[in-house]
């Protein structure tokens, strides 16, 4: 069994039941996430080992975290306590043409005062085979930065395949690293690129194009400027209101442009979770299948996505599979 080793924040999620605005509701729900913990929890019940690296509170809110890890199948043994809260973020679902939106509470959290030092990378990729960060975790504090890069190091060292999101977020960046630099730092690193134009752009000063030869000039660039990274996936989305997306996957993978159907998701469940729903179809695919298969599934993952509650990408392989083969309806199996 393939095992993939995720690094970031897990984050409680709070929000008002239904479509409510915070100010309308006395009543919450919550649910756990976290990018990188999403596409752990997502990879485990495709099938793959996985593990998590993190840290939490010491108290029952920590515990409760871990134990909704454990539930779905991830491994939970190199999570790191802490005298700091956990992270949260308060979520207000938006319908039509109201936005949803996200205020976040993730300062001075348990992840972003983990010690590095307190990491065993060596013991953590035993017999690990795929690596997965993104630019959320850099971005929180010099601490996870440090911890991320000899994560990296290490993982190099190893031979281990290591995917990048660079996920550029401007709030998030608030001490002495510059973003862009820390970023390309840490992408020349690894060797699978998750992102387009738009993260091409950030990070190396350019205009490229949304386009077909704008995201393959853009790719052949990063390529360029990167060279360990060797194949670049991305996801580009239609919004027609809040709850009516299609989407479609692309990819370069060195000497192959390639793009899937569109996807129309017309009645969206839930919408966060859905880019880290397509990066762990995309880890599982590239680990089982060939290239154009990894991005067949990971669109098809991200689509089902949205009609998942909570985080997490809660659905099974055959589930993704049967979507690809066509079976659109939504007729309940029996």
């Known amino acids: 069994m393939e095992k993939v080793v995720t690094f970031g924040e897990v984050l409680m ?4 039941l239904g479509n409510k605005k915070l100010k309308q509701s006395n009543q919450l729900e919550y649910y756990f996430g976290g990018t990188e913990a999403n596409v752990a929890i997502s990879l485990s019940q495709l099938g793959n080992a996985t593990q998590h690296v993190t840290a939490i509170s010491n108290d029952f809110v920590g515990d409760a975290a871990k134990s909704y890890l454990q539930k779905f199948g991830v491994d939970t043994s190199a999570i790191l306590d802490s005298k700091h809260p956990l992270g949260l973020y308060f979520l207000e679902v938006g319908a039509v043409m109201r936005s949803s939106t996200i205020a976040y509470n993730r300062s ?3 992840f972003s005062n983990i010690d590095p030092k307190e990491i065993d990378w060596h013991k953590i990729f035993e017999n690990c085979t795929w690596f997965h960060w993104t ?3 850099p971005a ?3 601490n996870t930065y440090q911890a991320l890069k000899e994560a990296l190091k290490i993982a190099n060292e190893k031979g281990i395949t290591i995917s990048a999101d660079p996920a550029y977020r401007s709030n998030l960046w608030n001490y002495e690293k510059n973003a862009f630099e820390t970023l390309n730092e840490l992408v020349s ?4 690129f998750i992102g387009g134009p738009n993260e091409i752009n950030e990070l190396l000063t350019t205009t490229f194009a949304h386009t077909k030869e704008g995201f393959v000039a853009g790719s052949k660039l990063l390529i360029n400027e990167h060279p360990a990274i060797k194949k670049v996936f991305d996801k580009t989305r239609i919004s027609i209101n ?11 993978n060195g ?3 390639a793009q899937t159907d569109e996807l129309e998701i017309t009645h969206i469940i839930d919408r966060i979770g859905t880019g880290d729903a397509y990066a762990a179809g995309l880890i599982h695919g590239l680990l089982h299948y060939d290239d154009i ?6 669109n098809a993952a991200c689509a089902i996505k949205h009609t998942i509650e909570g985080d997490a990408n809660l659905v099974t392989e055959k589930e993704i599979l049967n979507m690809i083969q066509g079976n659109l309806s939504g007729r309940i199996v029996r």
Do not use: C, D, V
């Open 108 to 110: 001075q959290t348990a």
């Open 293 to 298: 298969m990894a991005l067949e599934f990971a």
């Open 13 to 16: 999620r709070i929000a008002p």
């Open 189 to 192: 690193m690894s060797n699978i």
């Open 140 to 142: 929180l504090s010099y």
């Open 255 to 257: 000497s192959e442009y």
């Open 135 to 137: 630019g959320i975790t």
């Open 242 to 252: 809040a709850n009516w997306h299609k989407i479609r996957a692309r990819m370069w």
